[in-house]
C-alpha cells in the first residue's frame, strides 16, 4: 500500500511539472516574438488587436509571470544548476 504522503509529493510534483511545461511554452512564444519583432517588425500582439487590447495585454502579463516563476524556480528545475559539480 502506498503511503498517503508518497501520492501528495506524486501529486505535488506532477503539478509543478504542469506549471513548468505552461511556462516555458509561453516563454517561447515570448521569446519568439520578440524575435519576430526584432527581424520583421511584426507583433504577435497585432493578430489581437494591439498592444492595447485586452487580450494582448494578458498574453503580456502570463508572459511576464512565466519568466518570473522561472526565474525564481530554475535552481529546482535546471538539471545542471542543482547538480554538484564534479572536482
Not at 509561453?26 to 485586452?54: C, R
Request: with cysteine; charged share 15%.
Amino acid at each position: 500500500m502506498v503511503d498517503v504522503r508518497v501520492w501528495s509529493i506524486i501529486i505535488i510534483t506532477f503539478k509543478h511539472m504542469k506549471i513548468h511545461i505552461v511556462t516555458f511554452i509561453l516563454l517561447a512564444v515570448g521569446g519568439l516574438n520578440w524575435l519576430a519583432v526584432g527581424l520583421l517588425g511584426w507583433d504577435l500582439g497585432d493578430l489581437f488587436g494591439g498592444q492595447d487590447a485586452l487580450v494582448s495585454r494578458v498574453i503580456y502579463v502570463l508572459v511576464g509571470a512565466s519568466a518570473v516563476y522561472e526565474v525564481l524556480m530554475h535552481k529546482s528545475n535546471c538539471k545542471v544548476c542543482s547538480s554538484t559539480p564534479a572536482m
